[in-house]
T-cell receptor, first 114, second 115 residues
Framework: AQTVTQSQPEMSVQEAETVTLSCTYD???????LFWYKQPPSRQMILVIR??????QNATENRFSVNFQKAAKSFSLKISDSQLGDTAMYFC???????????FGSGTKLNVKP | GAGVSQSPSNKVTEKGKDVELRCDPI?????LYWYRQSLGQGLEFLIY????????KSGLPSDRFSAERTGGSVSTLTIQRTQQEDSAVYLC?????????????FGSGTQLSVL
């Protein structure tokens, strides 16, 4: 079975600085997708960034980028120039060949301080 | 609709009562998921609907939980004889991507509190 682990329950960063959130996963599959979702206090989860495992190039979306290490099964999220609006829970997620299921980590609560 | 809508936003019930949670997905989305988010935990898969196919119910934790999706649109998650351990946020998500289901659009969830 697939598992997703986020070992940082909570993190803080000063506004305008850079922070990296960690995620590791366990799978025997070779082709899969990885995601980072943001959950603000409104509870509505929003897709931040996604990565296809068959692509070697790390995905980037504006201030958000990932460091995807397939051999190490690691998928960290880097947020540059942190903004107060980045304060939220961040969930790492995995989807394999079973399209029915996304597997989520337990989340990292990020606090961006002014 | 403009987004995934869930109701009620919050529900407080007494142990042993039945509750119904509603999800209205984005119009045209064929895939619909229910997840449960307990305090300090990740999202736990409950059930998945795709078009007219039989739903994947493999995540439902007990036979007290059931869900249906009428007309391929609105879905209702029913919990019978609620227990305190059922207290959680129940999230609904939909997707338009058919087989790939890459991107999920989430509702704001229903916070269920069982006293």
């Amino acid at each position: 079975a697939q598992t997703v682990t986020q070992s940082q329950p909570e993190m803080s960063v000063q506004e305008a600085e850079t922070v990296t959130l960690s995620c590791t996963y366990d799978t025997s599959e070779n082709n899969y997708y990885l995601f980072w979702y943001k959950q603000p206090p409104s509870r509505q989860m929003i897709l931040v960034i996604r990565q296809e495992a068959y692509k070697q190039q790390n995905a980037t979306e504006n201030r958000f980028s990932v460091n995807f290490q397939k051999a190490a099964k690691s998928f960290s999220l880097k947020i540059s120039d942190s903004q107060l609006g980045d304060t939220a829970m961040y969930f790492c997620a995995f989807r394999g060949h079973n399209f029915n299921k996304f597997y989520f980590g337990s989340g990292t609560k990020l606090n961006v301080k002014p | 609709g403009a987004g995934v809508s869930q109701s009620p936003s919050n529900k407080v019930t007494e142990k042993g009562k039945d509750v119904e949670l509603r999800c209205d997905p984005i119009s045209g989305h064929t895939a619909l998921y229910w997840y449960r988010q307990s305090l300090g935990q990740g999202l736990e898969f409950l059930i998945y609907f795709q078009g007219n196919s039989a739903p994947d119910k493999s995540g439902l934790p007990s036979d007290r939980f059931s869900a249906e999706r009428t007309g391929g649109s609105v879905s209702t998650l029913t919990i019978q004889r609620t227990q305190q351990e059922d207290s959680a946020v129940y999230l609904c998500a939909s997707s338009s991507d058919g087989a790939t289901n890459e991107k999920l659009f989430f509702g704001s969830g229903t916070q269920l509190s069982v006293l």
